[in-house]
């Protein structure tokens, strides 16, 4: 299989080819290993746990700006 290069584009179009790349992906035809299966599955049991846990995106900034004064 062909090489494409992609040396022409700056580091930021390349990073956005490759997530139009990703973008263009079937999410149910990606294969999955037997063991991502398993992780993936617990993930989803202790995902209503872990929701109960969850910080908001404000509340994680806030603390890492004060870690960082």
């Not at 022409?8 to 037997?34: F, K, M, N, Y």
């Amino acid at each position: 299989m062909p090489t494409i290069d992609f040396h022409h584009l700056s580091a930021e179009q390349r990073l956005d080819r490759s997530g139009e790349l990703c973008d263009s992906l079937d999410p149910l035809r990606i294969p999955v290993t037997p063991a991502q299966r398993v992780e993936l599955d617990r993930r989803l049991e202790t995902l209503d746990e872990d929701m109960t846990r969850a910080r908001s995106a404000q509340s994680v900034l806030a603390d890492l700006r004060r870690r960082c004064r």
